[in-house]
């Protein structure tokens, strides 16, 4: 792939960052889960269905350790696609936000503390900062490297 020389290092260096948190928050859902699940997410159990409360927050931490690799690697080697995932991730947290309130609404609301949402709420802003001013500076980046070679 070739590299675009406009985009800034400093969204590789967001990318690789966030990387590194999703790999923290993946050793949370899966190595600490039932810390994460008691203490972080407030959640009840003891009931019949911890078990599987704990399976999807182990699942999310699986995925936790897909996407913190994917941003480390594309953060080091593919800084245009690291931009474009910094767009991507906060589109698709929207849309899964979405769907869970529409299918839930029909039933009781979460009793559950979701300590790590405020966290989540930062994690997302980083990625929507980053993005738009990735995006902001590689379009001033090109506009000057076209007057610069209009004026050759």
Same mark, same amino acid.
């Given at each position: 792939?070739?590299?675009?020389?406009?985009?800034?290092?400093?969204?590789?260096?967001?990318?690789?960052?966030?990387?590194?948190?999703?790999?923290?928050?993946?050793?949370?859902?899966?190595?600490?889960?039932?810390?994460?699940?008691? #203490?972080i !997410?407030?959640?009840?159990? %003891?009931?019949?269905?911890? &078990?599987?409360?704990?399976?999807? @927050?182990?699942?999310?931490? =699986?995925?936790?350790?897909?996407t913190?690799?994917?941003?480390?690697?594309?953060?080091?080697?593919?800084?245009?696609?690291?931009?474009?995932?910094?767009?991507?991730?906060?589109?698709a947290?929207?849309?899964?936000?979405?769907?869970?309130?529409? #299918?839930? !609404?029909?039933?009781?609301? %979460?009793?559950?503390?979701? &300590?790590?949402?405020?966290?989540? @709420?930062?994690?997302?802003? =980083?990625?929507?900062?980053?993005?738009?001013?990735?995006?902001?500076?590689?379009?001033?980046?090109?506009?000057?490297?076209?007057?610069?070679?209009?004026?050759?």
């Open positions: 792939m070739q590299e675009n020389p406009h985009i800034p290092k400093f969204v590789s260096v967001v990318a690789i960052g966030l990387g590194c948190l999703d790999l923290f928050r993946g050793f949370m859902h899966t190595i600490l889960l039932e810390y994460a699940a008691l #203490n !997410a407030g959640l009840d159990l %003891s009931t019949s269905l911890a &078990g599987d409360l704990l399976q999807q @927050m182990g699942a999310f931490g =699986i995925s936790n350790y897909l913190g690799t994917m941003l480390i690697l594309i953060g080091w080697k593919a800084r245009p696609l690291a931009l474009t995932m910094l767009g991507v991730i906060p589109v947290y929207a849309v899964g936000v979405a769907g869970i309130r529409i #299918n839930s !609404a029909p039933y009781a609301p %979460s009793e559950a503390a979701w &300590g790590g949402a405020k966290p989540m @709420m930062v994690y997302l802003a =980083i990625c929507i900062v980053t993005f738009v001013a990735g995006v902001w500076m590689t379009q001033r980046r090109k506009g000057r490297g076209q007057r610069t070679a209009n004026q050759a």
